[in-house]
Nanobody, 124 residues
Framework: QVQLVESGGGLVQAGGSLRLSCAAS????????TGWFRQAPGMEREVVAA????????WYADAVRGRWTISREHAKNTVYLQMNSLKPEDTAVYYC?????????????????WGQGTQVTVSS
């Protein structure tokens, strides 16, 4: 079983930064890549970043590439999403998720384990 807990959301002004954390626990919390998704009101959930288990490969959606960085700290079983230059359109609930594979996937249906989500609100 895998448990994922997000933290670090909040309210920030446009141009500001936040760092989200995704802490993994449970017997199955290894050898899995991790993805960050977001869902804004009335919108479909979308993947914004993903990292492989080794931490040496990352993927970013066009909307966030160059502004955000995903990273992994194995010692803490934690994946981070550093979000810089935030925009009002980044406002959403952010979820971390893990598929049952070590390599990156951007297909949401391959993700078996989800956190509860953390709200990010960017004011203009």
């Amino acid at each position: 079983q895998v448990q994922l807990v997000e933290s670090g959301g909040g309210l920030v002004q446009a141009g500001g930064s936040l760092r989200l954390s995704c802490a993994a626990s449970g017997r199955g919390a290894i050898n899995k890549s991790t993805g960050w998704f977001r869902q804004a009101p009335g919108m479909e959930r979308e993947v914004v970043a993903a990292i492989n288990w080794g931490g040496d490969r990352q993927w970013y959606a066009d909307a966030v590439r160059g502004r955000w960085t995903i990273s992994r700290e194995h010692a803490k079983n934690t994946v981070y999403l550093q979000m810089n230059s935030l925009k009002p359109e980044d406002t959403a609930v952010y979820y971390c998720a893990a598929p049952s594979r070590v390599e990156i996937t951007t297909r949401s249906y391959e993700y078996d384990h989800w956190g509860q989500g953390t709200q990010v609100t960017v004011s203009s």
